[in-house]
């Protein structure tokens, strides 16, 4: 059990230390959300206006906070395992698979490192709420960090889970992309569920981000808007989520000789 959490932790710690020394990374993944999130708030704003599931204080911006919130978990968990792609190559990778560890250890060491990145800028972004009108409880905040580590753990696995069968990072962020966009887009992140199509609804009922952004949005309100699942079933979705895709890159890693 010793080398099992001696792993874990080595492989958690490089994972910050690294994003310690790459400052542009922080840039990259606060900077782009918070130009979507005032840019798309102000400029939807109007457009969405009279409807009932936008008849709150800020207007679109505070519905669209939460949203954005949950892009910048998107963007920090996912691409912080790109990391996986580059130890490959530097051989890094290689020395740990024949380390006399369980590979299940460097799955939680590789994912838990990606997590703590994106909670940590998706905290910093809590800091913003007032600006939205967005109100947040105190006793509120430990829970509210809870789910956001459980969003992001699972997005962190799914990163993981692409980046382990991929060998150039050209080809992760192309493969990335294909799941980042619509991930987000059909989360109810940009819009509510309420007043999509049959089909775009049928997408964001088996989008597991729409039960991120779900989850997320009870903390700040209490309650399901419109067409929004409950606080029960969207816990209970993150946790399934996150579950499945450590397990998914433990099989994979086990799989690999």
Known sequence: MRRVLLACYTLWLREIVRFHRQRSRIVGALGSPLVFWFLIGSGLNRSFKGSPEMALQGGYLEYFYPGTLALIVL??????????VEDRQEG?????????????????????????????????FLLLAP??????????VPALIGMLTLVSFGLA????????WLDSTQGFHAVMNIFLIPLWILSGALFPAAGAAGWVRGLMFVNPMTYGVSGLRWFFYDQALP??????????VVVGFGVAMAAAGTIAVRRTR
Not at 75 to 82: C, N, Q, V
Not at 109 to 119: H, L, P, Q, R, S
Not at 227 to 236: D, I, Q
Request: glycine fraction near 10%.
């Open 75 to 84: 963007f920090t968990a996912i691409f912080a395992t790109i990391s996986i």
């Open 157 to 164: 696995g799914l990163g993981f889970l692409v980046a382990w």
């Open 92 to 124: 890094f990778l290689q020395g740990v698979l024949v380390a006399p560890v369980p590979r299940a250890a460097i799955v939680v060491g590789k994912i838990a490192g990606a997590t703590t990145i994106a909670v940590m800028q998706g905290t910093v």
């Open 227 to 236: 067409g929004e699942p409950s606080f029960a079933v969207s816990l209970a």
């Open 131 to 140: 600006l939205a009108h967005v109100r947040i409880h105190l006793l509120d």
